[in-house]
């Protein structure tokens, strides 16, 4: 029991630590204003992520393109490892580090935003694509771990968990995800988007 506790207790922590963070709670102000701002200019937002990241990318992309709290329009928003069949190919016949970067220089624009998803903020697809968004004039936004990694210096707005436990990690990358959403779809259909 005591050892359940230690580890919800943990979450609770990190999540503390985000709550009294004014810097990083401000990136995530800025970030919903870069979403509104890309929808509102007819951009998508993509996600990437590897594993459980995977899993997150598509769980706040789907939240995007399905809806969050309101009955409302569909946006422009994709998980980009939902196409098995790219991406087995690209792995196999490239290499698992371009599956992103590749398809980024298929379908990124500029204004487009690109959220990768990496706990280390070391994954090499992740910084891959990360640069490629960057060659093409998209906005890139990384949801990492505490040092921020590779990712830092390619991050147009870096949301960096104060935590270096990869499961922590990624409980507080869908509560802050979910901020977003909330807020971009606020935002964006108060000012009837419909």
């Known amino acids: 029991m005591q050892k359940i506790k230690d580890i919800i207790q943990s979450s609770i922590d990190v999540k503390t630590k985000i709550l009294s963070d004014e810097k990083l709670l401000q990136t995530l102000n800025d970030c919903v204003a870069v979403m509104v701002k890309a929808f509102e200019n007819g951009n998508k ?3 990437c992520g590897n594993g459980g990241s995977a899993s997150d990318a598509q769980h706040l992309a789907a939240e995007f393109s399905g809806r969050f709290y309101t009955d409302r329009d569909a946006l422009p928003a994709e998980a980009l490892h939902c196409n098995t069949s790219y991406l087995t190919a690209v792995a196999n016949d490239y290499s698992y580090d371009v599956i992103y970067s590749r398809l980024i220089k298929g379908i990124g ?4 935003v690109l959220v990768g998803l990496s706990t280390s903020g ?8 990360f640069e490629t968004a960057r060659e093409k004039g998209m906005i890139t936004i990384g949801f990492t771990g505490s040092t921020g990694g590779k990712l830092k210096a390619l991050s147009d707005h870096l949301i960096n968990i104060p935590s270096d436990d990869t499961p922590r990690i990624q409980e507080s990358h869908i509560t802050v995800g ?3 959403c909330q807020f971009v779809e606020e935002i964006y259909f108060a ?4």
């Open 191 to 194: 000012e009837t988007h419909d």
């Open 45 to 47: 937002v993509l996600f």
């Open 109 to 112: 624009k500029p204004g487009d």
């Open 122 to 129: 070391n994954s090499k697809n992740i910084v891959s694509a």
């Open 178 to 180: 979910h901020i977003i």
